[in-house]
């Protein structure tokens, strides 16, 4: 146990899995010589040697594919998208053939790989810097999708991720490398994934949050003494559907926070499913809290004012509890547009 | 590793006029100062873009120093009605196309997510995800020879993007279809922290003769030799010749963008080995010893990029702060109705604040 930043948790889950199995590797840019953009493979170089510590040139295509081959022939590669826009070009490799090789091969060969990758906004990189993207593999049969929230749950999941035998998406929140927390190593600190956690317990809504609308609603209900109970998802594919009803059969109502678009979001996912299976718990109808269908603002206020914030969440939320009326979304408000 | 050749030079570090077999350039006196006026104004945008930066006044700055002349060469030998498709770092190209300083701050400032009329300046914006703009300059150029314009495309790239398969693919397009493109590369050594040996095992240009098409290896830090070479390649394009890839050599002085710190990946040594080299120091000595410039002119442009420096400090802070309203700008040609509902609630919500004074 010892306070450290979710980069470090996370360098600090990739040496741990180093040293258990001599079959995990790390690929991707800057992440040996330099340590990594974010720091998140810090040390890594020196303990383990460039063979299992790769530099590679400038194609995600190029190591993810190779990750994918590495996988399939017994390797467990961990490679890291410096920002999950550069997913893009490396799509192939993820979503037609890792996600595949198992179903394809009638369960003979698995393809038991981690690709990391920075989501989000909040650090003024502008459009194509600063998506989650979270959409484009969640829909995908064959990869499983997890998302931490602080560096407990980084470490925690990671491990999980590197000895899950089937390819994982990991996608880890940039503007909370920094944030600092107490994590538990060993396999007390494990996780496992599809397992939400509740982040705080309450009794009048079930707010569900991923990654960094977890630290943000958990802030929201402090500072306005919100009786809720925030399920962070934490792994998006598979998702853990009976904590999230169980706790919507208590509370009677279901919130979704996301930082993405409004439209075609993952949230929908989750009230579709909820409403299913607890339609007679449900005393309002649920909603979701979501970026508009914008791209993400440059301009720093604007960046701002484009993620749902603490202001926002406690907002919409007070009304929502107060009134059981689903309040408008941040761009506009009750009473003012309608 | 196939050995390097030496680079077309006709000048040398030590700023000596050398001839070349296959290369050469006859440029007026003017034309001359010209190009070391351009060089010494975009280092002045780049120290003051830094010192912007670290003082908080610019979200970020990617700092061309020491590639001016590979920069500056090379949008120098294009015509009005080329076009050209710059990287971050090309603040060089940028300029020489007419784009002004404080639109380049602009960009960096985090107000803009453009800056300029790509059209009006024949200057595509700058391209932050590496190598993608390659498949844009050789779509373009396709589209050039389909108008039967004898125009041409440049298409800037770096050492490390010449591993993604976008600029492969590129280079396969331009290849087939004979476009009319020049490959720009400026190889300054450094993909952030990886030097240039772990990202391709050949020299760069000579990958080219695979592709179908000439590679040219040139001083990056060579104003001359750079616009020359550039120059035969664009002519060779014109001419239904098809693509020329450059590889220009030169040296990234600075970080990769003040986001980076160098010092963790590479040696003080090497930094101070290409300081020699200096592009501007080498010009400025020819310049002087053929009478071509005189102290006189060096001073003038010297207080020319003070004056520079001065308007873009206070400039930078005085740029407008885009209204709130304008995240809904741009999204599509014409809003779909979903959009529009959002942005309809959302300029009726803000109106409700205007007597707050909230923007």
């Given at each position: 146990m010892g306070s450290m930043r979710m980069n470090q948790a996370i360098a600090t889950a990739l040496a741990e899995e180093m040293r258990e199995n001599s079959s995990v590797i790390v690929m991707g840019e800057d992440v040996a010589d330099a340590g990594?953009?974010?720091?998140?493979?810090?040390g890594l170089l020196k303990e383990f040697g460039p063979k299992r510590v790769r530099d590679t040139p400038i194609s995600e295509m190029g190591f993810t594919g190779a990750a994918v081959g590495a996988a399939a022939l017994g390797l467990r590669p961990v490679v890291e998208?410096?920002?999950?826009?550069?997913?893009g070009v490396a799509l192939d490799a993820v979503v037609t053939e890792a996600a595949k090789f198992r179903y394809l091969s009638q369960g003979q060969v698995s393809c038991p790989m981690v690709v990391r990758a920075s989501i989000g906004s909040g650090?003024?990189?502008?459009c194509q810097h600063?998506?989650?993207?979270?959409n484009w593999v969640a829909a995908t049969p064959g990869l499983k999708v997890a998302c931490p929230s602080d560096p407990q749950s980084a470490y925690g999941l990671l491990k999980a991720a590197i000895r899950d035998p089937d390819p994982v998406i990991f996608l880890e929140?940039?503007?909370?490398?920094a944030s600092r927390g107490e994590v538990v190593t060993g396999p007390d600190g494990l996780l496992e994934l599809g397992r939400a956690r509740i982040a705080r317990e309450g009794t009048k809504a079930t707010v569900v949050t991923l990654g960094r609308t977890t630290s943000l609603t958990r802030a929201a209900a402090q500072q306005a003494n919100l009786d809720i109970e925030i399920i962070d998802?934490?792994?998006?594919?598979?998702?853990?559907v009976k904590t999230v009803c169980a706790s919507v059969k208590r509370t009677g109502r279901l919130v979704v926070i996301e930082?993405?678009?409004?439209?075609?979001?993952?949230g929908s996912e989750i009230i579709s499913t909820i409403t299913a299976q607890a339609f007679a718990s449900l005393d309002a109808a649920p909603f979701r809290i979501t970026a508009p269908?914008?791209?993400?603002?440059?301009?720093r206020d604007l960046e701002a004012l484009y993620l749902p914030s603490e202001s926002e969440i406690v907002r919409q939320l007070e009304s929502y509890l107060v009134t059981g009326v689903v309040p408008q979304p941040w761009w506009t408000q009750e009473g003012i547009a309608r | 590793m196939t050995a390097e050749t030496d680079p077309v030079q006709l000048?040398?570090?030590?700023?000596q006029r050398v001839a070349h077999p296959d290369y050469d350039i006859d440029l007026s006196p003017g034309e001359m100062r010209d190009l070391y006026r351009r060089m010494v104004m975009l280092r002045r945008l780049d120290v003051e873009a830094t010192a912007l930066q670290r003082q908080?006044?610019?979200?970020?700055w990617a700092s061309c120093l020491g590639q001016e002349a590979a920069q500056v060469g090379s949008a120098a030998?294009?015509?009005?009605?080329d076009f050209a498709f710059p990287t971050y770092r090309d603040h060089g190209v940028a300029l020489t196309r007419g784009v002004q300083p404080l639109q380049i701050l602009e960009l960096y400032r985090g107000l803009?997510?453009?800056?300029?009329?790509p059209l009006e300046k024949r200057c595509g914006l700058?391209?932050?995800?590496?190598?993608n703009q390659v498949l844009h300059g050789v779509g373009y150029a396709m589209g050039q020879s389909l108008d039967g314009t004898d125009d041409a495309t440049i298409t800037y790239f770096g050492d490390?993007?010449?591993?993604?398969g976008d600029v492969n693919e590129g280079f396969v397009f331009a290849s087939v279809f004979t476009a009319p493109v020049v490959f720009f590369c400026?190889?300054?050594?450094?993909a952030i922290s990886q030097p240039r040996e772990r990202q391709s095992a050949?020299?760069?240009?000579?990958?080219a003769t695979g592709f179908g098409f000439p590679g040219a290896f040139v001083d990056g830090n060579d104003v001359l030799a750079v616009m020359a070479v550039t120059r035969a390649a664009l002519e060779r394009a014109r001419s239904g010749n098809g693509a020329t890839l450059i590889e220009a050599?030169?040296?990234?002085?600075?970080?990769?963008?003040?986001?980076?710190?160098p010092t963790r990946y590479r040696m003080g040594d090497e930094v101070e080995r290409w300081r020699l080299r200096d592009p501007i120091e080498r010009l400025k000595v020819y310049l002087a010893r053929e009478g071509i410039a005189d102290r006189t002119y060096f001073d003038t442009i010297d207080r020319e990029a003070d004056d520079m420096a001065v308007t873009l400090r206070e400039g930078v802070r005085r740029l407008p702060v885009p209204e709130?309203?304008?995240?809904?700008?741009?999204?599509?040609?014409e809003e779909h109705s979903l959009l529009h509902a959002q942005r309809a609630e959302f300029e009726e919500y803000h109106a409700g604040f205007v007597d707050q004074g909230v923007r």
């Open positions: 990594g953009p974010f720091k998140t493979s810090e998208i410096m920002f999950v826009e550069f997913l650090l003024g990189f502008g600063s998506q989650t993207l979270e929140p940039r503007a909370l490398y998802l934490l792994s998006l594919v598979p998702w853990d930082e993405a678009p409004h439209s075609g979001g993952w269908d914008v791209p993400v603002p440059y301009q | 000048l040398t570090p030590e700023g908080g006044e610019l979200g970020i030998a294009l015509r009005p009605s803009t997510n453009g800056g300029w009329d700058y391209t932050i995800v590496i190598g490390g993007a010449t591993a993604q400026q190889n300054n050594q450094w050949v020299p760069i240009h000579q990958r050599y030169t040296y990234r002085m600075g970080a990769h963008t003040t986001s980076d710190d709130a309203v304008s995240i809904f700008d741009h999204v599509y040609a």
